[in-house]
């Protein structure tokens, strides 16, 4: 729960309850990221782009929370990301235009730093071929 405060004294609120009672919280908690579902925070009530946490709940998952980069905003702010390679191979496994899009975007915008041998293992894990993707 010390994340939700942290979330809330940042101007954070939840999108499935109510921040400031802990037992709208313990509800959240146990109706949401005990039954899989995720739950979402969004900054001074604006919809889009929001954060959305959910527990791991397969070997991919917990592979990408395991071997997260970590990015720094404004020199200030640290995150952690799923690796870019895994990021890249989902979104082509999912497939729809938008997916294949992101799939393009995140791969130009980490180009200098990606592992070409990961991002194809886990191309083949999901079942997808990623070589298209590859320009040189």
Known sequence: MSLTKALASNGYVLMQGEISEPCSLADVYRGYLA???????????VIIPNIEFKLA?????????EHAYRVVINDAHTVRI????????YKVYLGSD??????IFIYELFK?????EEMTKWCKELGVGCDWLVKE
């Open 112 to 116: 200098p730093i990606i592992r070409i």
């Open 82 to 89: 799923a690796p870019p390679e895994l990021q890249i191979a």
């Open 57 to 65: 709940r397969n070997a991919l998952q917990q592979y990408s929370i």
């Open 35 to 45: 039954e899989g579902f995720s739950i979402r925070f969004m900054h001074d009530d």
């Open 98 to 103: 938008k997916d294949l899009s992101d799939a």
